[in-house]
């Protein structure tokens, strides 16, 4: 295999789907062995099938981040497959969005267990291994949701700055202890991909619908007017993840037409 990252095993969280799964195809397709992992089973499984038809190398694994016991798991699944975890893209995430004065707390702890102790997990599950493999590179997937507030969106924007600010506190306690690895956050504008359908948000929707169009929520509120690709993520997560990027950690790479600025 040839490529930026050939020979390097990747496990991405949350890749049966949207960023997650655009990650899987471009790190494989630069030659990295990819663990997708995700809830989603079927459709985690068919994405490493498609992988390894076109070439690559690719293994599924069910795996709520959630779960401590399955984070060891995954991790120990994918050494065992692969050899070693050299890159680790935290990936699964949930949006809730609600009125604070509405939110349950089921919600707002589920939504924080998902995408703020998930990512937790990862990171320290994730060093325990890289540290013993020689090091590594983790991306965590944050939001802009994570750089600046968003009405209704105030829990999610809690989980999404919580990864920012986590990320950097990894990221100077690996270099600390010169562990080789970095860690670094992306921050996804508005990007086409399944969550949309899943945000709970009767209070934005006219008909009541659980679905926002991505395309119109671009073209009303991001600076481009288009909203983004899996692809368009995915190629700056490999940016973090290859040698390229070889001085960068506690970094936030913002991937949003302008969104933020
Ligand atoms: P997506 O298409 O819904 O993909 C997320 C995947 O994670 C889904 O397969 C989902 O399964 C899975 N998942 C949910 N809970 C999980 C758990 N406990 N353990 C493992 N996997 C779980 O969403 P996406 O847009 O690609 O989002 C990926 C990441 O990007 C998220 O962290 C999100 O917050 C972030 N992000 C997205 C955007 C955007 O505009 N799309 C913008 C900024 C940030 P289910 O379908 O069963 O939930």
Known sequence: MTGRIAGKTALITGAASGIGLGCAYRLAEEGANVMLTDIQVDEGEAAAAYINEIGGNARFLSHDVTSEEQWEAAIAATCEAFGSLDILVNNAGIGIAASIIEMSLADWQ????INLDGVFLGLKHGIRQMKDNGGG????????????GSATLAAYCATKGGVRLLTK???LECAANRWNIRVNSVHPGIID???WTKVANPGLLSDGANTIDPDELAANG??????GKPLDIANGVLFLACDESSYMTGSELVIDAGLSA
């Open 110 to 113: 589920r939504q924080q267990a």
């Open 169 to 171: 506190g990894v990221a």
């Open 193 to 195: 991909t399944p969550i």
């Open 222 to 227: 991001a600076p481009t007017g288009r909203a």
């Open 137 to 148: 590179s983790i991306i965590n997937i944050s939001s802009v949701a994570g750089l600046k």
